[in-house]
């Protein structure tokens, strides 16, 4: 199964109803597949400018080390050079926390990430999760 361009805007769709719904800061969501490439991006028309960019490197991050925004955070801690280094190498950026959520699929298949930014980060991943469940997949938020 590969995430298909329905998924995607399911997900990102889901991700900003649920945001309005819970009354969040506006957000921004990116949806990238398995290979890092978008496949969609929605902007709350009030999410500050940077937005885009902070959920893509959300979402990159995930794919480029394989764990979930939570797992990120964790390992940042644990060695925070070794994740500054990061930055140079990873062309989308990467952001350790919470609202960067790998999709798979009810087997375990990794097809892509969300990203999610714009309220806190526990905010964001809320909204993360709606959305994947709404395309009927799996989330993994590396907790």
Known sequence: MTLALAHARTIAEAVLVEGTARGFAPLCVVILDAGGHALALLRDQRASISRPEIATAKAAGCLGMGFGGRELARR??????FFAALTGIFPQGIVPVAGGVLIRDAGGAL??????????????????????????LVADTGA
Request: with cysteine; hydrophobic share 50%; charged share 10%.
């Open 76 to 81: 940042a801690q644990a060695v925070p050079a």
């Open 111 to 136: 097809l892509g990430a969300v990203g999610v930014s714009g309220d806190t980060s526990d905010n964001d991943e809320i909204c993360a999760l709606a959305g994947i469940a709404a395309a009927g």
